[in-house]
Nanobody, 124 residues
Framework: QAQLVESGGGLVQTGDSLRLTCAEYGRTFVYSVRAWFRQPPGKEREFVAGITYDGDGIKIADTENGRFTISREFAKPTMSLQMNSLKPEDTAVYYC?????????????????WGQGTQVTVSS
């Protein structure tokens, strides 16, 4: 059974940077794609970025491209989301997710393994 655990969230100020990490446990090698989603207060969960198992395929939401970077560290294994120039509208619970198919889907329903989430709050 696969398990994902997020860490690295916290309270930061506008313009700060934050690095989120998603640690993998169990049979995660069967999942070809990992992704980050976020859920702002009172809103639906939305796609942030995704990466294939080998790290060669990457997709980042248009609204975040240039500020956010996704990567995988194979030795541990973990997935990271580097967030720069944070804005108050980035405030959300950030989740990591995984799916067995190789296509980087952007919809919540594409993913069948989820972490518990980590809170990111950006103050103005």
């Amino acid at each position: 059974q696969a398990q994902l655990v997020e860490s690295g969230g916290g309270l930061v100020q506008t313009g700060d940077s934050l690095r989120l990490t998603c640690a993998e446990y169990g049979r995660t090698f069967v999942y070809s794609v990992r992704a980050w989603f976020r859920q702002p207060p009172g809103k639906e969960r939305e796609f942030v970025a995704g990466i294939t198992y080998d790290g060669d395929g990457i997709k980042i939401a248009d609204t975040e491209n240039g500020r956010f970077t996704i990567s995988r560290e194979f030795a541990k294994p973990t997935m990271s989301l580097q967030m720069n120039s944070l804005k108050p509208e980035d405030t959300a619970v950030y989740y990591c997710a995984a799916r067995p198919n190789e296509y980087i889907g952007t919809h919540v329903g594409c993913y069948n393994v989820w972490g518990q989430g980590t809170q990111v709050t950006v103050s103005s």
